[in-house]
Nanobody
């Protein structure tokens, strides 16, 4: 069982930056592939980024590639999402998720545990 708690969301202007954090409970964090998803009002939840167990492999949605960076600190049971050059279309609730090492996945249905989400709003 893994419990995930996101933090770091907020209101930022177009072109600004935010860093999201997701703290995981339990001693098996390093056994989970971690991902970030987002959901805008009236939209389906969409994949943003994922990172492998060791952190050596990262995967991004095309819409955020080059602007967002996912990272993890297994000693701190935490995964991060650094978001730069934010755009109004990045506005959404951002969720972190954990997958029990079936490989990096972009579909939400592949993930086993979810956080409660943190709101990111980018003003134009």
């Amino acid at each position: 069982q893994v419990q995930l708690v996101e933090s770091g969301g907020g209101l930022v202007q177009d072109g600004g930056s935010l860093r999201l954090s997701c703290a995981a409970s339990g001693r098996t964090f390093s056994r989970y592939v971690m991902g970030w998803f987002r959901q805008a009002p009236g939209q389906q939840r969409e994949f943003v980024a994922a990172i492998s167990l060791s952190g050596f492999i990262e995967y991004y949605a095309d819409s955020v590639k080059g602007r967002f960076t996912i990272s993890r600190d297994n000693a701190k049971n935490t995964v991060y999402l650094q978001m730069n050059s934010l755009k109004p279309e990045d506005t959404a609730v951002y969720y972190c998720a954990a997958e029990a090492d079936r490989g990096i996945a972009t579909m939400a249905s592949n993930y086993d545990y979810w956080g409660q989400g943190t709101q990111v709003t980018v003003s134009s």
